[in-house]
């Protein structure tokens, strides 16, 4: 029980299940089975695309262009859509391949030429943006097509193929980080760089597949994001790069690396989701969103420093208590 | 270490000289002394935001919520004046409230320990709202003719004003990092923290002033903004944000702490500035400004770091091709 309570996620999720019971009581219209099922809906894209982020932060690293990446991603995608005879797999391989390529550069220039990823990122946000708008002098992708439309509310067995997507994303991106060699070095490059490259770890190569990998998954989303809004604006995707970050940083991941799961960060989407959504329906000024989602950000980072804090200083107790055992002097 | 750190200043330098030559002949208008003063105009409110981000940046930190600052200043500007009817008071009380909310986020990562970035993550977003509740997500312009002097207004003839006032605090923050026992503490912490716990420097103290110079930084921007466009509004700042931190690492300012000088900052903010001016000029669409603002970041970064790169490549055709 007391290692429960430990857990950055039973605790997350704690939170999560008492911000939805205070909404519950305000808000009955909150716990029906159709509410729950549209705060998952309107949340796919960013738990998507926080599963990658939470491995680009795992390699302490961190991914400021995906916004940029999202909307230049949706735009091809919109794009391709439009041309007669193209289909849900010219859709999602152009959708893919875009996302990869963009992360791709991201990863090149920060393994290749060392630039800090904040940096890379910052301005790889500009140039693809930039690209974007310039590409499509800022007019909207509209008019798309009933079979690319139709993606996002259509049901095979019952599940909406959004979700499907999501379940696929969610175990593939489990079993690379829990169950690959790949994943042990993404968390070992995080842990310690130059440690993992002296055990023969190519660190380089670990660093470009984590920006890639988050480069398919925006490419996931971009397809999902067109058939949602029907509309593709080139402005698509805007800041929506700290909404993710956001999510899996509540959700525990450490941005100086080396720690972070999906568990976590998939919580820290839901509690995104619940309180934009509560909000709504409590009928607070849409204005108090921003200030409840910072505090509990700055609450969330701050317990995880004061904790680990206290759990090192317990183990220096327990080896100073150990050298006295052995006859050893301080 | 030096030699780097110099050989980024003459490139960035080079580029720039670069840069107003290629304008100067694209665009006859561009280089008349009152297009370049406008130029400076327009450099001022990102360029006193960009100082605060280098001083933070040099300690290795990082602050991601100097753009809400801004506009959180705009809107206690606004409302005090309504209450008390005094500018002066006003401003000052905008400059607390930067001051404030910059002590919020020293707090918790001087004396608490935790990472600047996921700190000013949150305060990003925290400080937006409270500036969204306030001001209950409106623009507010009910101003006295005499607030627009800050951002509109001219000294001896056609001197833009926030051009002397971000001259003034460039120069006196570049004396602090330079001339004073402070500004080489604040090299220290940035160099090695550890170092610098051990010789004697209170780094939790260092890193608090470092945080509420930065805020009083985003509110003095944050005043100018809200003078020039005559509103203030809580989102004002936040498109500076980004373009400060990319101007500042642009000026050779090490994201990883340690190094960097406000001169080379100055730089960084003129080239940015010098480019958006002059592809307007040219009539080059704005969308492309973003576009080349992006790759002049990559591009000096990438001829900064060309002898690592150098040396990869070696390797990597050793490796596969011998």
Redesign the interface.
Same mark, same amino acid.
């Given at each position: 029980m007391n290692d429960l309570l430990k857990k950055r996620e039973f605790v997350m999720f704690m939170m999560l299940m008492v911000i939805s019971l205070c909404i519950s009581l305000i808000a009955p219209a909150f716990l029906t089975p159709s509410n729950l099922l549209s705060i998952v809906m309107n949340n796919i894209i960013l738990a998507i695309m926080a599963m990658g982020m939470t491995l680009v932060i795992v390699t302490s690293g961190i991914d400021v262009s995906v916004g940029s990446q999202l909307g230049f991603a949706a735009i091809f995608v919109g794009l391709v859509a439009l041309i007669p005879g193209s289909n849900i797999f010219t859709v999602l391989v152009v959708g893919v391949v875009s996302g990869i390529v963009l992360g791709l550069l991201n990863g090149i220039l920060i393994a290749g030429a060392e630039i800090p990823a904040i940096v890379v990122t910052l301005g790889t946000m500009n140039i693809f943006r930039g690209s974007l708008l310039l590409y499509t002098n800022g007019k909207w992708v509209t008019a798309l097509p009933a079979w690319y439309t139709s993606l996002y509310n259509t049901s095979v067995m019952g599940i909406p193929i959004p979700i499907i997507i999501l379940l696929l994303v969610i175990g593939v991106t489990h079993f690379i980080a829990q169950h690959t060699r790949l994943g042990r070095s993404i968390y070992a490059l995080g842990g310690n760089p130059a440690i993992a490259s002296r055990v023969g770890i190519n660190t380089g190569m670990v660093t470009m597949f984590a920006f890639a990998y988050m480069g398919a998954l925006t490419g996931i989303s971009s397809i999902l994001y067109g058939a949602q809004l029907a509309t593709i604006d080139p402005n698509a995707g805007t800041s929506f790069e700290l909404m993710v970050i956001s999510a899996v940083v509540i959700g525990g991941a450490n941005v100086l690396g080396g720690s972070g799961s999906l568990l976590g960060s998939l919580i820290g989407v839901l509690i995104l989701g619940v309180l934009q959504n509560g909000i709504i329906l409590m009928r607070i000024e849409p204005y108090w969103q921003n200030v409840v989602v910072g505090l509990i950000l700055i609450t969330a980072v701050t317990l995880d420093v004061v904790n680990n804090r206290k759990k090192e200083e317990r183990k220096k107790v327990i080896y100073v208590a150990e050298e006295v055992k052995a006859g050893g002097s301080i | 270490m030096i030699g780097i750190k110099r050989s980024h200043e003459l490139i960035l330098l080079l580029f720039f000289i670069g840069l107003i030559i290629i304008m100067s002949l694209l665009a006859p208008s561009f280089l008349t002394i009152n297009n370049l003063l406008s130029v400076t105009q327009q450099m001022s409110e990102f360029g006193i935001l960009a100082l605060g981000v280098t001083v933070i940046i040099i300690t290795s930190g990082?602050d991601l919520s100097v753009g809400s600052i801004a506009g959180l200043t705009t809107i206690v500007i606004a409302m005090s004046y309504g209450w008390s009817g005094s500018l002066v008071a006003a401003i000052l009380l905008g400059i607390l409230a930067g001051a404030l909310c910059g002590a919020f986020n020293g707090v918790?990562i001087a004396k608490?320990?935790?990472?600047p970035?996921?700190?000013t993550?949150?305060?990003?977003?925290?400080?937006?709202?409270?500036a969204?509740?306030l001001s209950?997500?409106n623009a507010i312009s009910d101003f006295p003719e005499e607030f627009y002097f800050a951002g509109q207004g001219y000294l001896f003839g056609n001197i833009p004003v926030q051009t002397v006032i971000f001259l003034v605090l460039a120069i006196l923050t570049s004396l602090l990092l330079s001339k004073t026992p402070w500004g080489r503490r604040v090299y220290a912490v940035g160099n090695n923290s550890v170092a610098a716990v051990f010789s004697g420097v209170q780094v939790d103290k260092v890193l608090l002033y470092v945080y509420i110079f930065a805020g009083i930084m985003a509110a003095i921007s944050g005043w100018i903004i809200s003078s020039r466009v005559s509103t203030a509004r809580a989102d004002l700042g936040a498109v500076y944000l980004?373009q400060s931190?990319?101007a500042t690492?642009l000026g050779g300012t090490n994201?990883?702490g340690g190094s960097g000088t406000i001169f080379g900052t100055v730089i960084g903010v003129s080239v940015f500035a010098v480019l958006a001016n002059g592809l307007n000029l040219i009539g080059v669409?704005p969308?492309?400004?973003? *576009? =080349?603002?992006?790759?002049a970041? +990559?591009v000096v *970064? =990438?001829i900064s770091?060309m002898s +690592?790169?150098k040396r990869?490549i070696t390797i990597f055709i050793k490796l596969n091709f011998n």
């Open positions: - | 990082i918790l608490i320990g935790v990472p970035m996921l700190v993550l949150g305060t990003m977003t925290f400080f937006n709202g409270i969204l509740v209950k997500g980004m931190i990319a690492v994201i990883a669409s969308f492309a400004q973003n *576009l =080349l603002m992006g790759l970041l +990559i *970064l =990438l770091n +690592i790169i990869k």
